[in-house]
């Protein structure tokens, strides 16, 4: 039987307006909006609603922003049963609260926590991520191992976006000779991204240990599906291994290619997204040419 994932963007598809239509048009958003305000202490729906790319770019704005845009819409639609539930990094925790894992409200509570500890470890140390085009998977790995060994600077492969897309993450000048060999390896372009730090590294060690703190003391559900969780690219059902993962997101990669992989071996064949953008489409697209992808976004 054909089975239907429900997968959530991560940072990086937020928008200004982001969910304004749907807080002004459906009664259950807008009070999901307020609850959100309130939680976090300031009125982040009208940064959503009104502010500038600039404003929506802050860690401390972007996180949360996604996450409320992506499970608003996601409770706000007729009701739908996954049969399983993936997210992109960030995504992860609107997937949970989509498989009953985490309630919305913990859940923001988490998230606002993560941003606020990420961009803390950005400050630490000045480093970024690059995209490698066109490059085997293992070729990537290899060219980082050997930057790694050479420079003695953190580089690692921290997103498998989709076959030919891998994201790199480390120190400013381990990710600068990392793109040099990149290219010399036939790489068609190893570009460096307008990112403020290093994002699924051990650079986020500082960033892990407080998020872990906080995850340990929330209580986690049995879910009502299988969630494919980025450092496991696997089903898991169990709520103490879902927290160990959540956890261990932050340093690890996001296995996103071989997620939608394991989806597929598993009976998925339509795959949704919930959220603000469409690039988890045209990941899923990539990895499976014969998958039905479709997005809700308001």
Request: with cysteine; proline share 4%.
């Amino acid at each position: 039987m054909s089975k239907h994932a429900y997968v959530f963007p991560g940072q990086g598809s937020q928008f200004s307006g982001m969910g304004k239509n749907l807080y002004e048009t459906n009664a259950a958003a807008k009070e999901l909006f307020e609850l959100a305000n309130e939680i976090l202490g300031f009125r982040i729906s009208d940064i959503m609603f009104e502010g500038t790319d600039e404003q929506l770019k802050q860690t401390n704005v972007t996180q949360p922003a996604v996450f409320i845009h992506s499970v608003v819409a996601y409770l706000t639609m007729p009701a739908v049963t996954p049969d399983m539930v993936a997210g992109h990094s960030l995504g992860e925790f609107s997937a949970l609260v989509a498989n009953k894992t985490l309630s919305f409200e913990d859940a923001l509570r988490l998230v606002s926590i993560r941003a606020k500890a990420m961009q803390a470890a950005c400050e630490i140390q000045p480093s970024t991520m690059a995209a490698v085009l066109a490059l085997a998977d293992e070729k990537v790995e290899e060219v980082c191992a050997q930057v790694q060994t050479e420079t003695g600077e953190v580089v690692v492969a921290a997103n498998y976006n989709c076959p030919g897309q891998l994201v790199i993450s480390g120190s400013v000048k381990g990710i600068e000779v990392a793109c040099e060999q990149m290219k010399a390896a036939g790489a068609k372009r190893a570009l460096v991204l307008p990112v403020g730090g290093a994002f699924h590294s051990p650079l986020m060690e500082p960033a892990k240990i407080e998020l872990a703190e906080a995850i340990q003391a929330t209580h986690f559900n049995t879910p009502i599906c299988p969630v494919y969780q980025n450092v496991a690219a696997a089903a898991v059902t169990d709520p103490a291994q879902i927290q160990q993962n959540l956890i261990a997101q932050l340093t690890g990669a996001v296995k996103w290619t071989q997620s939608v992989q394991a989806m597929v071996a598993d009976g998925a064949t339509q795959f949704t997204e919930v959220g603000p953008g469409k690039v988890l489409q045209g990941l899923v697209q990539k990895v499976y040419k014969e998958a039905v992808v479709t997005g809700v976004q308001y």
